[in-house]
């Protein structure tokens, strides 16, 4: 890291701490030539790789315009989108570590976007998972009734 005063490549960490929901760390160095104090943030990058084998950064605002698409005329915040997001994120980096899929995005998104909007899922899944008929929408409404069920049973338990 160099030096913004002298552009030196000698400094030491004064202080480091956890950013960003610990997505990144804050460091503070002094360098060692000059003793100027600077701070430093360092952060994991997720890479999603495409269909055609371009690799890109993880962008959760693609995310959040994927889904406000599918979420046009309902009642979903845009702080509930970005909760999703970062939600999905998580949950990519769990499962696939620092590289993923991008179709394992897509996946990741529809059970976060079920809980929060059952019709936005419809639209999100018809899109994502290519429907081609009214068979294939009876088929995913009925997977959210039994969801909803199981939910509900599993309410009733606690």
Do not use: W
Not at 14 to 37: L, N, P, Q
Not at 61 to 75: L, Y
């Amino acid at each position: 890291m160099l030096c913004p005063s002298c552009t030196s490549d000698h400094s030491r960490v004064v202080d480091s701490r956890a950013v960003e929901h610990g997505v990144s760390i804050r460091r503070r160095r002094e360098c060692i030539d000059c003793g100027t104090r600077f701070t430093t943030v360092e952060r994991s990058i997720l890479l999603v790789t495409k269909r055609s084998g371009v690799t890109e950064e993880f962008s959760r605002d693609k995310v959040i315009k994927g889904v406000r698409r599918a979420c046009q005329g309902r009642n979903v915040s845009d702080d509930a989108l970005k909760r999703l997001a970062h939600e999905v994120e998580q949950s990519v980096r769990a499962v696939h570590g620092s590289q993923v899929q991008a179709n394992q995005i897509g996946l990741a998104i529809l059970e976060p976007l079920r809980n929060l909007d059952e019709v936005a899922y419809l639209r999100f899944a018809s899109v994502y998972k290519s429907f081609d008929s009214a068979e294939d929408f009876e088929h995913e409404i009925e997977s959210l009734r039994a969801h909803r069920r199981a939910q509900q049973a599993s309410d009733l338990r606690e």
